[in-house]
């Protein structure tokens, strides 16, 4: 059950963030040069994100681990993986704080920086902060998140201070970090620059195990299909009192590549992983229709998650710029939910 932070535990934050701010870091970090704090293992280092170079939007996205580096590989090649900014975006897993304008604020987040004394003027000077998590739309805080955070930002600043004292020199653009890394009980330190533990993001293959499902696939009739298979996001707030936060529902798209029609379509909840149930609804379409000739696909996380099946039964599996019959139909799901 979700437990909202206290207002002292919102000032610990806010009295972090606001220290960071006075070192105005984005004078001398681009938003793609990370900052590591590494307080165990290597698995568990933080990374930092700093926003506002190019002085649009302050903030610092925090990234946990090696899966919220991941996150941020997503974010940052969506292009070359051909996904739409919207699934890169609603597919982060951060903690961030933004310096944004009083209306990108909500009613709460406001009442918070009230109750806390705090009053800001002018633009990119109002201070709040978000959650994000895949099938969840961006949140405000709990109580756990507002803890981390704090963590988080106190051991930035500390790191900050180094880099700046010490004229650390990274080589960024090359895959280096700069890494502040504890000792054992945060009582001693050390930093410099440190490969990033990868530079390109790591999608993973979807693998079915069930050989009996594998064998009876392989015998099914083949038929002339062309389909469009795809995983997108509806981008839109949903709220559920069976969540503590309100959904961002993933689709599931099947359709037919000659026609535009939709084949099958399937509204996920949160926690589903998208691209295994679009590898159960292709394999339901092939015993019910057959082998398909092709299946286009238009990124490469979609593309590795058919893979398999697609080896199996020998299906042309193609990716392609765009999926013209789905994104019609996704364009007029959107429309409806704005």
């Not at 000077?125 to 998590?133: A, D, K, P, T």
């Not at 961006?138 to 790191?159: I, K, T, W």
């Not at 062309?226 to 707030?237: F, K, Q, R, T």
Request: hydrophobic share 40%.
């Amino acid at each position: 059950m979700r437990k909202e932070a206290s207002l002292e535990q919102w000032r610990v934050l806010y009295e972090a963030a606001t220290r960071i701010k006075e070192l105005k870091p984005w004078e001398k970090f681009w938003d793609m040069d990370l900052i590591g704090v590494r307080n165990g293992s290597e698995e568990d280092t933080v990374f930092y994100s700093i926003l506002g170079r190019g002085g649009e939007c302050y903030g610092i996205a925090v990234y946990e681990g090696y899966e919220g580096l991941n996150s941020f590989l997503m974010l940052t090649m969506q292009q070359s993986m051909n996904l739409t900014s919207e699934y890169a975006m609603f597919n982060q897993r951060n903690l961030t704080c933004y310096w944004g304008n009083r209306e990108e604020l909500t009613d709460k987040q406001r009442k918070i920086i009230k109750d806390l004394g705090y009053t800001y003027r002018g633009k990119n000077q109002w201070l709040y902060f978000l959650s994000f998590e895949p099938g969840y739309y961006p949140f405000n805080m709990d109580e756990e998140e507002v803890l981390r955070m704090s963590g988080y930002l106190q051991d930035l600043e500390l790191a900050l201070r180094y880099y700046n004292e010490a004229n650390v020199q990274v080589d960024f653009e090359n895959g280096k970090m700069f890494l502040f890394s504890f000792g054992k009980g945060k009582k001693t330190w050390n930093f410099g620059e440190e490969p990033l533990p990868f530079t390109a993001f790591r999608f993973g293959n979807l693998i079915i195990t069930d050989e009996e499902l594998l064998s009876n696939m392989v015998k099914v009739p083949r038929c002339d299909a062309v389909l469009e298979a795809d995983v997108s996001v509806l981008g839109a707030s949903v709220a559920d009192k069976k969540y503590d936060r309100p959904a961002n529902p993933a689709l599931t798209l099947l359709g037919d590549a000659e026609t535009g029609t939709i084949l099958k379509f399937e509204m996920l909840e949160p926690d589903d992983n998208p691209v295994a149930v679009l590898a159960e609804v292709l394999v339901g379409f092939i015993f019910q229709h057959g082998i398909p000739k092709e299946i286009r696909v238009s990124n490469v996380i979609v593309e590795a998650g058919l893979e398999q099946i697609c080896d199996v039964c020998e299906i042309k599996l193609r990716r392609v710029k765009r999926l013209q019959g789905l994104e019609h139909f996704m364009g007029s799901m959107q429309r409806f939910n704005r």
